[in-house]
């Protein structure tokens, strides 16, 4: 599929799921997300304000942990439907005291119960990549595999925010 023409397919999709999530019950857990293109990949992204800098300087993937769904122009082609959550550079997270490995093996170590859950998930990619995986689309279930995927990871996101808590520096 030629670029344009992928992305052009792919994004109004993302951004109908979007649309369509319960964004009074993402709100609850303070979560935000937003459908786009970035990095050659169309992506329905999700995160907390609590876990981004909020500097005029902070670049839309650094210094962050955040979940994302994602399509590029091969996944597409093998029919790919991608997930991951990201921890990006989280020893610059302001108002926090992050180690990446160490914070890495602790949500690993409590995600381990919910990994049945996940289609092809991995958690042996480095600090950087707290967990990642896929599960195959076709035309007439992309957006329900999104919107499943979304919801699952409303029952996850909690240790994210537990595993910053602990790390919060006391004296802000």
Known sequence: MEKLNWITTFLPRFQKCAAQLDRDLFAQQHLE????????????KFQSPSWINNSLKAKPFN???????WVNEESVQ?????????????????????????????????????????????????????????????????????????NQFLEIAFIIDDLLMERRKMNL
């Not at 997300?33 to 329905?44: E, F, M, P, Q, T």
């Not at 859950?117 to 042996?124: A, S």
């Open 33 to 44: 997300y937003k459908a786009g293109n970035w990095l050659r990949s169309v992506v329905l």
């Open 63 to 69: 210094e962050s942990v955040f979940f994302g769904i």
């Open 78 to 150: 093998q029919g790919k439907l991608h997930y991951n959550i990201h921890a990006l550079k989280l020893r610059e997270l302001t108002g926090y005291k992050v180690k990446s490995k160490e914070f890495a093996d602790k949500f690993r170590a409590r995600f381990k119960r919910f990994e049945k859950q996940w289609p092809n998930v991995r958690t042996d990619l480095g600090p950087l990549t707290l967990m990642q995986g896929w599960v195959h689309f076709d035309e007439n279930n992309l957006e329900a595999l999104i919107k499943t995927l979304s």
